[in-house]
Every structure is written in structure tokens, then in C-alpha cells.
């Protein structure tokens, strides 16, 4: 059972435009998402996390929104720029202070110049 | 800065070798992880530590073992090698969730890439 679901696989967009990266989960229970960024043959990295007690957080060129009625968050990116082309995931944690974080599948981001 | 080293980038094992996979952190974390990642299968965590000597499940521990006797080192273990474990292997550390406000944010080595032929 997917808790935390990215639906698309993919996104290409063009340098300069905005990036809207989608994120889905299931368990209402879940009070923090993050996001992290994955070039190839490297480990991911924290990009920007979002508390479920809040609706929004910035970071520069990157925005997390989160709507927790509908159990959905997105990540913008403004301006896009070629060296954001990586994976991005969504990840979800519970409560606890052993809670693991929860991973969507992952999208592929591909930032054209 | 928070490092965490994974003992080898690239590693070609046979079916049946027995691997050991190494992670260390600096960081004094409290937590530490092994996933692996598998193309349109996102990160799937395998196994988990929260404390030195403890070991939790993730999602998919079959085929693996671990072993933290050390606070700052996580082994990721594959006693009989088999080709549906070539993948990705990436470890990651965190604090506690709560600890000094800290939200458990993950830090990750740069990963293993395993080929079992």
C-alpha cells in the first residue's frame, strides 16, 4: 500500500518557467513532509520540508504547499533553471521519535535551456 | 557540515557471496537507515536503527541483515547474494525527531552501487 504517491513519472519544462511537482499521501496521521533532490550516482539531498501545521514554506526559488484536506502537496520551482534537471521525491513522517520517513516513488525533472 | 561515508561506490559481487556494506556517520545521530533505490520504485527502506544494538524492520528486510554496534556505524549485510539485489544502496542518519527541536530531517551518504552477477 502506497502511502506517499508521486503520479507522474516525468516533467520537462523550459528554462525559466515555473517547475509544479505534485505529491499525494494517504495517512492523515503523517505531520511532516520533506523533499529531496537526487542527481545521478549521488545521494539524495534535503531540499525543503513543510510542517503539517502550516499551508506553505519558501526557500528562495522553491515553495512547498501543503492542502491538508485534500492530502496533497506540491513543490514549485520559480525560475527553473538546467541545473535543477534531477529526481525529486516526497517523503512523510509520522509521529514518534522513531517514526521513519515514508518515500513517494519519485518524479524526474527535466529543465530544458 | 553532516557527512556520511559509505564505504564503497561500486562493488561486482557472485551469486552467494556474503557483502557487507558500511556506513558511518559523524554527526552523532541518533538514528541511522539503509535503502535501497530501484528505477520507478522510488527509495524502499529496508532496515532501520533508532539506538546502538537496535535493528527495526522497513519494507522490504527479506534477504538482509544489519548490525549497529557502534553509534556512529550501520552495516548493511547480504548473506547470500542473489541478482534481484543489484541496486542502489543508500544509507542515511538523522537526530532524534523532537531532539533540540530537530525535525528528523535525513542525511544521506552517496551511495553504493551493487552488481550481483
Known amino acids: 500500500d502506497q502511502q506517499v504517491k508521486q503520479n507522474s513519472p516525468s516533467l520537462s519544462v523550459q528554462e525559466g518557467r515555473i517547475s509544479i511537482l505534485n505529491c499525494d499521501y494517504t495517512n492523515s496521521m503523517f ?7 537526487k542527481y545521478p550516482a549521488e545521494g539524495p539531498t534535503f531540499l525543503i520540508s513543510i510542517s503539517s501545521i502550516k499551508d506553505k514554506n519558501e526557500d528562495g526559488r522553491f515553495t512547498v504547499f501543503l492542502n491538508k484536506s485534500a492530502k496533497h502537496l506540491s513543490l514549485h520551482i520559480v525560475p527553473s533553471q538546467p ?3 534531477a529526481v525529486y521525491f516526497c517523503a512523510a513522517r509520522g509521529h514518534g521519535a522513531n517514526s521513519k ?13 | 557540515d ?16 556474503k557483502v557487507f556494506l558500511e556506513c558511518v556517520q559523524d554527526m552523532d545521530h541518533e538514528n ?12 524502499r527502506l529496508i532496515y ?41 544502496y543508500l544509507c542515511a542518519s538523522s537526530f532524534r525527531p523532537g531532539r533540540d527541536q530537530n525535525t528528523g ?10 552488481t550481483v552477477l
Open chain 1, 101 to 113: 520517513l515514508t518515500f513517494g516513488k519519485g518524479i524526474t525533472l527535466s529543465v530544458r535551456p
Open chain 2, 32 to 43: 541511522m537507515f539503509w535503502y535501497r533505490q530501484d528505477p520507478g520504485l522510488g527509495l
Open chain 2, 2 to 17: 553532516v557527512k556520511v561515508t559509505q564505504s564503497s561506490r561500486y562493488l561486482v559481487k557472485r551469486t552467494g557471496e
Open chain 1, 31 to 37: 505531520d511532516y513532509f520533506l523533499w529531496y533532490k
Open chain 2, 105 to 114: 530531517e535525513l542525511f544521506f551518504g552517496e551511495g553504493s552501487r551493487l
Open chain 2, 48 to 88: 532501520f536503527s533508532y539506538d546502538v544494538k537496535m535493528k527495526e524492520k522497513g519494507d522490504i528486510p527479506e534477504g538482509y541483515s544489519v548490525s549497529r554496534e557502534k553509534k556512529e556505524r550501520f552495516s548493511l549485510i547480504l548473506e547470500s547474494a542473489s541478482t534481484n539485489q543489484t541496486s542502489m
Open chain 1, 83 to 85: 541545473g535543477d534537471s
